[in-house]
């Protein structure tokens, strides 16, 4: 069946801009999760969505970034007034429910590579 | 000390070898373990999901888990250069309402012909 799928697959943008990157998950997955990942850097978590709701927005690195989602599929990220320390490449995920229990296997899409100039 | 901790490498086995790639994890609570293989320019791809104690095989690949030390392994059978990538470990930790995944650094693997 069809992937995670991510739009756009690359952004450039001028600093202080604001930017919206998509995620479509795997149908019929409940949870979906937004990492970033920079050059150099590890997979840091952002958000995690279980159906609409955010219980755990712990990674989101300031009020410039927000993400929803609504009808319990698709989610935007966005990131308003970006910098250039905002250049990563955002990573979108999606599972079967998760919480405090195990966690089911996280499928990633292909990622939006973000360029702040 | 790192929540998830992995040898950056590069790890360097020749075709046809093992290569053993290994984690180790700081919270003792930490229920589900996972490895996802990261080709450069590419997103990670799952390759083995573990929660109990032992070993887990699929295919060319074993994943090994040890709570009590608080370890995670997987070893590569039969290593072939199209196995060349980052190998990353991801954790969950014991939380609550979460299902967000620690990721250690990664290791890189090189499979020489």
């Known amino acids: 069946g069809a992937g995670v799928s991510q739009s756009p697959s690359n952004k450039v943008t001028e600093k202080g801009k604001d930017v919206e990157l998509r995620c479509d998950p795997i149908?019929?997955?409940?949870?979906l999760y937004w990492y970033r990942q920079s050059l150099g850097q590890g997979l840091e978590f952002l958000i995690y969505?279980?159906?609409?709701?955010?219980?755990?927005k712990s990674g989101l690195p300031s009020d410039r970034f927000s993400a929803e989602r609504t009808g319990g599929s698709v989610s935007t990220l966005t990131i308003q007034r970006t910098q250039q320390e905002d250049s990563a490449v955002y990573l979108c995920a999606s599972s079967r429910s998760s919480g405090t229990g195990i966690s089911y296997e996280q499928y990633f899409g292909p990622g939006t590579r973000l360029t702040v100039t | 000390q790192k929540e998830v901790e992995q040898n950056s490498g590069p790890l360097s086995v020749p075709e046809g070898a093992i290569a053993s790639l290994n984690c180790t994890y700081s919270?003792?609570?930490?229920?589900?373990f996972f490895w996802y293989r990261q080709y450069s320019g590419k997103s990670p791809e799952l390759i083995m999901s573990i929660y109990s104690n032992g070993d887990k095989e699929d295919g060319r690949f074993t994943a090994q888990l040890n709570k009590a030390s608080q370890y995670v392994s997987l070893l590569i059978r039969d290593s072939q250069p199209s196995d060349s990538a980052t190998y990353l470990c991801a954790v969950k930790k014991r939380s609550s309402n979460t299902g967000k995944l620690i990721f250690g650094q990664g290791t890189t693997l090189q499979v020489k012909p």
């Open positions: 919270d003792r609570g930490s229920q589900s």
């Open positions: 149908s019929g997955h409940t949870a």
């Open positions: 969505f279980q159906g609409n709701s955010a219980p755990d």
